[in-house]
């Protein structure tokens, strides 16, 4: 038996050694592409690793007078005050609202889109759509609320619509049960040509062979996209919808504060705005940093459920 570990424990530590050398040798083979990596690597250790420090002033009366270590260590308070404040259920209830109708309507387009434009055979109408459904990534978020809002007021584009159809106008940012409406709309609207660069370049993954014997046992247009370009797709969809399962409570928060008011935080105040609010504008730090670690943490548990049960179902996942 001892034997038997022993050997065990060899042929572990010669693969480590292989491994660590196949690494060093790769590294020297490819100099190049490792520098090219350094600036991302770079980014996430400034930029997400480095902060983490920071998280420990969730547990603290912070002052910047005394610094992180100096101030007064509070426990869970700032999470209890939260826990049982007032704003708790509403900003739950709408980052959950908000996550799940972009999950719904969100997701979808880009692959629907994909699926469509896969199908096209003219190359020029092809790219033309391409290219209209990417601009709106690439202007600036200041402009996009800015154009959302003069489509919305009471003399906008939208209100005109309204009217021609025999509605009466009204101002759709004023109105709280229109925001998470124009919210989500407005977002597949800027982001579904984006979306659709990562599907189209593994439908281009897909082997035209199947698509031949799919022709061949007589299966039509629909009938290839269900069973062939559909299953082609899949993992990529479930990898990606991981991540999105993931980021369901970190609904960005500058869009929302370009949008909402006073008037409409009953559906428009988010997790991530109350942290902006509580955090910068009321210089309440220590209690905005754990309303964020508690956010962080259950997106943390969200990309581990969703990682587990797509693994369970259909063997493809993320680790």
């Known amino acids: 038996m001892n034997t038997l570990n022993s050997n065990t424990t060899s042929l572990t530590l010669n693969a480590k050694k292989r491994s660590a050398w196949g690494l060093l040798n790769d590294i020297r083979k490819n100099k190049l592409l490792y520098v090219m990596l350094l600036p991302v690597l770079a980014f996430y250790v400034v930029f997400h690793y480095v902060p983490m420090y920071g998280a420990i002033i969730a547990f603290k009366d912070f002052s910047p007078r005394l610094g992180i270590w100096g101030s007064d260590w509070a426990g869970l308070d700032h999470f209890r005050t939260f826990f049982t404040g007032a704003y708790f259920w509403r900003t739950i209830k709408n980052t959950i609202l908000i996550s799940f109708y972009e999950l719904i309507f969100g997701f979808p387009a880009p692959i629907i889109l994909a699926l469509l434009l896969n199908e096209v055979k003219n190359s020029l109408f092809k790219r033309t759509v391409q290219t209209v459904t990417y601009l709106p990534h690439f202007i600036s978020l200041v402009v996009i609320c800015g154009i959302i809002k003069d489509f919305t007021v009471s003399g906008g584009v939208i209100n005109d619509i309204i009217v021609f159809f025999g509605g009466e106008r009204v101002s759709l940012l004023l109105e709280a049960e229109w925001f998470r409406t124009i919210y989500v709309s407005s977002g597949v609207w800027q982001h579904i040509g984006w979306g659709t660069i990562i599907f189209l370049a593994a439908l281009s993954g897909v082997d035209q062979e199947q698509y031949e014997a799919a022709r061949m046992d007589g299966a039509g247009r629909w009938k290839q996209m269900l069973h062939v370009t559909l299953p082609g797709l899949m993992p990529t969809i479930v990898i990606l919808l991981i991540l999105n399962i ?70 493809t996942s993320l680790w």
């Open 246 to 315: 993931g980021r369901m409570m970190n609904v960005g928060f500058e869009k929302i504060i370009l949008l909402y008011n006073p008037g409409t935080y009953e559906t428009a105040d988010v997790i991530s705005s109350y942290v902006y609010r509580v955090g910068l504008q009321d210089f309440n730090y220590s209690f905005s940093s754990a309303v964020g670690l508690f956010n962080s943490v259950i997106n943390f548990v969200l990309v581990i459920f969703s990682n587990w049960i797509s693994r369970k179902l259909n063997d």
